[in-house]
């Protein structure tokens, strides 16, 4: 119920016509590892939990590569609008 009403205002905000494209799915990953990173300032030994973060990074990693060889512009407007990466000064 709550994911879709998330979805559905991501599509809206974003105007993606597809929840299966590469933006979506980072942004989803994005927003997933959010949450994750604020329930581990409650529960730090949660370790499964910790596992599945390092899933979810990875795959986000892998995504954000493929987007980057794929198409620059939309690798680093997502990039920027996410506020992801730290843009390098100098």
Known sequence: MVKR???SIL???ENLEN???VEFQIMNFTNKIRKLT???ELHKKDYLSQRG???ILGKRQRLLAYLSKKNRIRYTE????LNIR???AG
Request: proline residues 0%; without cysteine.
């Open 5 to 7: 009403g998330f979805v």
């Open 11 to 13: 599509l809206q905000e």
């Open 19 to 21: 929840k299966g494209s």
């Open 38 to 40: 604020s329930h581990f």
């Open 53 to 55: 973060l390092r899933k």
């Open 78 to 81: 997502l990039i920027n609008h």
């Open 86 to 88: 730290e843009t390098k």
